[in-house]
């Protein structure tokens, strides 16, 4: 695309959303849940489209047709930072954080896609490729799972992804079912061996001395290396704590809607590692800003959950340490997208030869789960 051709704008949004059942019952540690809702987003500018999704509420697609799909028609797809901020200027009176910030992260990924493909180029050269394989760890382990099923799964990660790290859902019914908590983690370990890092997410189901103690015995017991959200990520002073009592890295922030959040978390001392989600935070713009806080601090992050549609910017920061691949949404995204990223060697594989993230909605197939 040449900068002497005609001036090309946005010229439509489309959104559409669809729900997916689960392959069984699932739960946390204070949730529980049968189906996974992805809003999907395509923009289109000068005969090329862009994609972007969600795992959100399907109230997303309201908030985009109703007060944000103004704002994206006509824009400019070279300036999607601009674009970004007149879409959180828009929300203003709605709130920022949760559905509102959701409804802009699916626009903004969908603008970021668009601008590659309109220059026709890799998203992840676009946005500075750092490197060409991004490192994955296996995330499910639900608290519903027996343990045939969690010894299956793990065996997946490792064996067919080839994961080297695992994470399993703790703080089970809101931390009352501790013995079976740590219990479950010794199986894993037993599972994988020494090679394989053991990881474990509370979901904010402890209190605070109850954190610290489970804390100190899945390392002692496990070597566990990472505890996600020990207490309520709400809760700085008590991530603190925990983090200054137990020898894990203590890790939080994918309910972060806004870059003041990752700020307040970090210069509270609260995480070893910061947890950001590009389908949450306000997009690829919003994800880069806050890896970028994250490296100002020395910290590294960590993409949560959308394994595939934070590939092309995780592989774009120089502080990342990992991207969850969790069991939800690397179900789903087969089931709806072609192009996905090839996993090998437990890392995706970025292709550069694609144009944008190279994936695109299989729009027969999703009919069947579409909702909206």
Known sequence: MSGRQVDIRVESVDTRTYSVPTDQKEADGTLTWSKTTVVVTRVSAGGRTGTGWTYGSGACQTVIEETLADVVT???????????????????????????????????????????????????????????????????????????????????????????????????????????????????????????EVMVDANGGYSRKQAVRAGRSMYDDAGVVWFEEPVSSDDLDGLREVRDQVASDVTAGEYGYHLPYFSHMVDAGAVDCLQVDATRCGGYTGWLQAAALAFGHSLQVSAHCGPNIHAPVAAAVPNLRHVEYFHDHARLDPMLFDGLPAVEKGAMVMDETVAGHGMTLRQADAERYRVR
């Not at 799964?153 to 908590?181: F, T």
């Open 74 to 196: 006509g824009s400019d797809p070279m300036a999607v930072g601009a674009t970004n901020e007149a879409m959180v200027e828009q929300c203003r009176n709605l709130g920022r954080p949760g559905v509102g910030a959701d409804a802009i992260s699916v626009l903004d990924v969908a603008l970021w896609d668009l601008k590659a493909r309109l220059l026709d180029t890799s998203l992840t050269r676009l946005l500075g490729r750092h490197r060409d394989r991004v490192r994955i760890y296996g995330s499910g382990g639900f608290t519903t799972y027996d343990d045939a099923r969690t010894e299956e799964q793990v065996a997946h990660w490792i064996g067919d992804l080839g994961a080297d790290a695992v994470k399993i859902k703790i703080g089970e019914s809101w931390g009352r079912r501790a013995e079976r908590d740590l219990a479950r983690v010794r199986l894993v370990r037993d599972l994988v061996g020494d090679e394989v």
